[in-house]
């Protein structure tokens, strides 16, 4: 902590055919082993999830999963939920934020498996808080022209001076929670609210003084190691 919130940011993007769900754990479990005891751990995941029909296990799609071998390829919420729980034991607060149910998501109700719209509510860690693009039941909208789901862009447009922070310019994760209700419900005509569970006291989540720069990134293949792709991390060094 320092320079009013973080001294340093570290992170790990994973785009495109680089989501897999061994790639997924093994960054968290490498974030474990980075984490210290004062650090604030955000974990962002925006992609499809799916509910299978004959056990009722929840996953998250990553980029390699096809709807034939989805139990092997996926990511179960009970995976994502343990490596939660073990991250959270290492820092003092842990953010997870979920754009995982896109309504334009092709091919997934094939009578094999269906779009889980209430993914998030299954990733359940005690002293989490989550943030997630609707609430159960719901469907997470798209604008093509925007690069992103609204829900995503609206946290984008949050981290890049978009939201209300106050005089201090600190948002909070109440304020990012106010703006993205306020913004997702605006920009799609109310269809779409977000979902969210707050542990404990409030936190200071980023400094938005000075506006940040936001990165839409077009419909294209991004390359992981370019730092232009690190939106969260750049938002949060500001």
Same mark, same amino acid.
């Given at each position: !902590?320092?320079?009013?919130?973080? !001294?340093?940011?570290?992170?790990?993007?994973?785009?495109?055919?680089?989501?897999?769900? *061994?790639?997924?754990? +093994?960054?968290?479990? /490498?974030?474990?082993?980075? @984490?210290?005891?004062? &650090?604030?751990?955000?974990?962002?995941? +925006?992609?499809?999830?799916?509910? %299978?029909?004959?056990?009722?296990?929840?996953?998250?799609?990553?980029?390699?999963?096809?709807?034939? &071998?989805?139990?092997?390829?996926?990511?179960?919420?009970?995976?994502?939920? /343990?490596?939660?729980?073990?991250?959270?034991?290492?820092?003092?607060?842990?953010?997870?934020?979920? %754009?995982?149910?896109? =309504?334009?998501?092709?091919?997934? &109700? /094939? #009578?094999?498996?269906?779009?889980?719209?209430?993914?998030?509510? !299954?990733?359940?860690?005690?002293?989490?808080?989550?943030? $997630? @693009?609707?609430?159960?039941? #719901?469907?997470?909208?798209?604008?093509?022209?925007?690069?992103?789901?609204?829900?995503?862009?609206?946290?984008?447009?949050?981290?890049?001076? #978009?939201?209300? $922070?106050? *005089? %201090? #310019?600190?948002? =909070?994760?109440?304020?990012?929670?106010?703006?993205?209700? @306020?913004?997702? =419900?605006?920009?799609?005509?109310?269809?779409? !609210?977000?979902?969210?569970?707050?542990?404990?006291?409030?936190? *200071?989540? @980023? %400094?938005?003084?000075?506006?940040?720069?936001?990165?839409?990134?077009?419909?294209?293949?991004? /390359?992981?190691?370019?730092?232009?792709?690190?939106?969260?991390? +750049? &938002?949060?060094?500001?």
């Amino acid at each position: !902590r320092g320079r009013r919130i973080y !001294r340093n940011v570290e992170q790990r993007v994973l785009v495109d055919d680089a989501v897999r769900r *061994d790639s997924i754990l +093994a960054g968290l479990r /490498d974030f474990i082993g980075r @984490a210290g005891a004062d &650090d604030v751990a955000v974990v962002f995941l +925006a992609g499809h999830g799916v509910r %299978d029909l004959l056990t009722g296990t929840y996953y998250f799609l990553p980029h390699d999963a096809t709807p034939e &071998d989805f139990f092997t390829t996926g990511l179960r919420a009970e995976e994502l939920t /343990d490596m939660v729980r073990i991250l959270q034991r290492h820092v003092r607060h842990v953010v997870v934020i979920l %754009d995982t149910c896109h =309504s334009s998501a092709a091919g997934v &109700d /094939d #009578g094999q498996m269906a779009r889980a719209d209430d993914f998030a509510t !299954r990733v359940r860690a005690e002293g989490v808080f989550l943030l $997630a @693009a609707t609430q159960p039941g #719901g469907r997470s909208k798209e604008i093509r022209r925007l690069g992103h789901g609204v829900f995503t862009w609206a946290l984008l447009n949050a981290l890049g001076g #978009g939201a209300n $922070a106050g *005089d %201090d #310019g600190l948002l =909070s994760l109440a304020k990012l929670v106010i703006h993205l209700g @306020a913004e997702v =419900s605006r920009m799609t005509g109310g269809e779409q !609210r977000p979902y969210y569970l707050i542990a404990g006291s409030d936190l *200071d989540f @980023a %400094d938005v003084r000075a506006p940040n720069s936001v990165v839409v990134f077009p419909f294209r293949n991004q /390359d992981s190691a370019a730092p232009a792709n690190d939106w969260m991390g +750049a &938002d949060l060094q500001e």
